[in-house]
Each structure stands twice: as C-alpha cells, then as structure tokens.
C-alpha cells in the first residue's frame, strides 16, 4: 500500500468515525429529550390504595384524562373500581415473584390492560434492608421491573428522610405514600389518592375481601382483619406527607377523590 493510499485510508476512518459519533450522539440527544418531554407532560394520576374509600370515590372529581396507579393484592377486587387499564403497578418485595405471576396471567386473559415493562418494586435501598440481595438481583431475574428506590433517589431530601427513620427508627411508607413519590419523581403534578386510609376503618380495612388461602399461606398475618406491619402507622405516613408538602409539593396539587359523606 503506498503512502498516499494509507494516508486516504486513514483520514476517511477519522471521518467515519467523527460521523459516526455525531449521529449516535444526536440519536441519544433526541431519545433522551423525548424521555423528558414525556415526564415533563404527564398528566394527572390517580393513587388507589386497596383501603374502604376505593369503593366510594367520587368520580365526578376525577379529570377527563389521568393515569392510575395501583398495588399490591389489587386484583382481588370484586369489581373494576378503576377500569381495566393500569399505568403502573407497585408490587412488594417478600412476595414478588407470586404477584408478578399472578398478575401475567391476569393480563393474558385480558382481565387488566397494562403497559408490560412498568412494574415497579417497592423498594427501599439501605443497609437495614434485609432482602437487599435480593432486590439487587431482582433486574436480572424479572428485567420488566423497575427498582422504586431509583425513582426515590430523585427526591434527594424526601429520600434521605426515608432512610433516616427506617434505618434508625424501624419506620416505613406504606404503598400509598411511596406511589405517591414514585409519581412525584415522574413529573406528575395533580394526584388524586383513593383507598389510602391509613388502617383507620373497624372490622375488614379493605375494599374487597383480602383473606385469600394461597396470599395466608405466604402472609399468615393476613388471617387477620389487620394485616398492618409493626414499621407502618397512620402517624408516620402523615409524617411523611407533610414533610413531602414543605419539601416538594409546592408546585404539585393533591387530592382524595372520595365522596364527601365519608
């Protein structure tokens, strides 16, 4: 190869390369600022807890156009509070794999409609979590599930008042309140909550029958009227909502679309 051939050969390898580069970065460019107009746009979300109040939402409330977010046992619901179409739903980490099961099979029969790759794990990243190997391997396994500690890293001072007082005080959201993060860190601004009642209702605190033999035989504490964990209380979640307001929902409009004889 002569010299010329090799200095030709040579300056259009830097050319390719230098096109290349600027294509790939002009494709993330356009991939990533579509990903943020997307959050930046997102319209009003509702949060559904599976508490009474589910079953007595005011619907003349609700916007015309909004998301929902729903939790963990949801599907055993008698009716559609909510419809079928789901945006996100937020399972547990103990019983994961159970749920993540059950609620594939629900979609493949056409008894809920969602978009496949937003499931999000309700996760809590600190060295007081005794299952953190588990959810660390959890992308591996169940790669359509998105880690919610990710979405909570987002909120810098909400997140470090989290890890404070679980890793100190032995105290946790419940799924209510971390949807209610996770939509906060999404860019949704009006967020309508229903069935979130902090465990205050007598006799059964759901809106549906929740004492299932197969969910007894994973949570025995669910033969219970209340299956409340010891890390959950009415007090702390208030605690955290308020905190939430000071901190970050200055900008944002909440609402409890429930009717207000309740």
Not at 24 to 46: A, E, G, L, R, Y
Not at 94 to 105: H, P
Not at 145 to 172: S, T, V
Not at 225 to 233: C, F, P, Y
């Given at each position: 190869m002569s010299i010329n051939q090799s200095i030709n050969q040579s300056i259009n390898q830097s050319i390719n390369q230098s096109i290349n580069q600027s294509i790939?970065?002009?494709?993330?460019?356009?991939?990533?600022?579509?990903?943020?107009?997307?959050?930046?746009?997102?319209?009003?979300?509702?949060i559904a807890g599976n508490g009474t109040s589910l079953k007595s939402i005011d619907y003349s409330l609700l916007p015309k156009d909004y998301d929902v977010f729903r939790c963990n046992q949801f599907y055993f619901e008698d009716h559609y509070f909510l419809g079928k179409k789901i945006k996100k739903v937020f399972f547990n980490c103990?019983?994961?794999?159970?749920?993540?099961?059950?609620?594939?099979?629900l979609i493949k029969n056409n008894e809920y409609k969602y978009e496949y790759t937003d499931i999000i794990l309700a996760s809590f990243l600190n060295l007081g979590d005794s299952t953190l190997k588990k959810i660390q391997h959890l992308e591996k396994l169940l790669p359509?599930?998105?880690?919610?500690?990710?979405?909570?890293?987002?909120?810098?001072?909400?997140?470090?008042?989290?890890?404070?007082?679980?890793?100190?005080?032995?105290?946790?959201?419940?799924?209510?309140?971390?949807m209610c993060a996770v939509a906060t860190?999404?860019?949704?601004?009006?967020?309508?909550?229903?069935?979130?009642?902090?465990?205050?209702?007598?006799?059964?605190?759901?809106?549906?029958?929740?004492?299932?033999?197969?969910?007894?035989?994973?949570?025995?504490?669910?033969?219970?009227?209340?299956?409340?964990?010891?890390?959950?209380?009415?007090?702390?979640?208030?605690?955290?909502?308020?905190?939430?307001?000071k901190t970050l929902w200055s900008k944002y409009l909440l609402y409890f679309a429930r009717k207000s004889s309740m």
């Open positions: 790939n970065q002009s494709i993330n460019q356009s991939i990533n600022q579509s990903i943020n107009q997307s959050i930046n746009q997102s319209k009003s979300v509702i103990s019983v994961i794999f159970e749920q993540y099961y059950t609620f594939m099979q359509q599930i998105d880690l919610g500690h990710c979405y909570l890293k987002k909120l810098r001072a909400f997140n470090a008042h989290l890890q404070y007082h679980e890793l100190y005080e032995n105290k946790r959201i419940t799924s209510g309140v971390y860190a999404m860019g949704y601004k009006d967020l309508y909550l229903t069935g979130i009642d902090f465990y205050q209702e007598k006799g059964n605190p759901y809106a549906f029958h929740h004492q299932k033999e197969n969910i007894i035989k994973l949570l025995p504490s669910f033969s219970q009227n209340k299956s409340q964990s010891d890390i959950h209380s009415m007090e702390y979640d208030l605690n955290a909502l308020y905190f939430f307001t």
